[in-house]
């Protein structure tokens, strides 16, 4: 549901040429997928404000490394983005 309603809101978005700001809990990769910049917090702080794509290169930049075993179990489950920048934000 979250994905045909943001996927509804993009299409109007680009054809209106307009903006919007959404704040969504924990999207499935699917739903990020459909964002083209984001800001990315962690409590009330900045940690990336940019291009979608930018945002893991950006913290792989910094250090951070993905834990292989966690992104196999997250798969398992349903990846959810906020547990993947989580992974690389607290390791």
Known sequence: ???DLVTSVRIICRIRQ???VASILQPSSEVFQLFDRIILLDG???MFQGPRQDALPYFESLGYVEKEEEEEEEEE???CVHTYIHTYIHT
Request: proline content about 0%; hydrophobic content about 35%.
């Open 44 to 46: 009330g702080q900045i």
């Open 1 to 3: 549901m979250t994905f």
């Open 18 to 20: 307009t903006s919007l």
């Open 77 to 79: 489950e349903g990846t």
